[in-house]
């Protein structure tokens, strides 16, 4: 099995070197469900193990997805880099922001995603940080928005993330009545449903297409998420949004 999940060697490879028929190795991998390799996982090289909980509610996955800001006139991925760099520069300027290296800086925006197990349907905030308070608060946001939708939240995963490791986390949950788990250290595939939903997130709306300014990006967010930032008011939309498997 060494040969399969670390050196992703074929059945071919593997005869060959234990002095098997490679009909005798094919029929192992499929019993073991490791004939494929897309039943691998690609970074650790384990088998690929599934799940879903039962009904809606009874676990909603967290995390944070980081976003560059879209500067005024259009960043870098539309107008190329030279271009780019001028407007992120231009807004910089405008705004006063600087970084902790005190370059001029456009700022990052967190996107707090939250999602349910068994439904894939999903909630969003944007916001400027990714602090213990901001997540918490989201949480209560999400926890409130799932109710009005008839579904009761049991269980929170959530990585290790400094925001989700704080007491105030441990304590909301608590109040909510919600039991709070971790993935295990450096293991992102255990919250694979919120990573995959971030790739949709990205290639669906964030860079789809080209955005004039930070708020157009904002505005252009798909029904069934919620957006608050404090470059304006918040939006709400009262239609949920499943994400793909």
């Known amino acids: 099995m060494h040969l399969r999940w670390k050196q992703r060697l074929g059945p071919v490879e593997i005869g060959d070197r234990l002095g098997m028929p490679s009909s005798t190795v094919h029929a ?3 019993r073991c469900r490791i004939n494929r390799l897309t039943h691998v996982d690609r970074a650790t090289g384990e088998p690929i193990r599934r799940y879903e909980h039962d009904a809606p509610g009874d676990l909603i996955h967290v995390d944070v997805k980081k976003l560059g800001k879209v500067p005024d006139g259009g960043g870098w991925r539309y107008l190329g880099r030279q271009q780019g760099e001028k407007n992120r520069a231009a807004t910089a300027n405008r705004t006063g922001a ?43 946001n999400a926890v409130a928005w799932f109710a009005d939708r008839s579904v009761t939240v049991k269980r929170v995963l959530s990585d290790n993330g400094s925001c989700y490791k704080s007491f105030l986390w441990r304590d909301t ?7 709070a788990k971790k993935t295990r250290p450096y293991r992102p595939q255990t919250n694979g449903k919120i990573e995959r939903f971030h790739r949709t997130l990205a290639e669906g709306w964030a860079f789809k297409k080209f955005y004039n300014s930070e708020s157009a990006r904002l505005a252009a967010l798909p029904h069934g998420f919620t957006s608050t930032t404090n470059t304006g008011p918040s939006q709400q939309s009262g239609r949920p949004h499943p994400s793909p498997d």
């Open 173 to 179: 949950c608590a109040e909510l009545g919600i039991t």
């Open 28 to 30: 192992v991998l499929v």
């Open 98 to 140: 600087r970084n902790k290296h005190h370059d001029p800086s456009i700022g990052i925006c967190y996107l707090h995603t939250v999602i349910d197990d068994h439904s894939r349907v999903a909630y969003v905030e944007a916001h400027d940080d990714e602090t213990k308070e901001t997540a918490t608060e989201v949480l209560k």
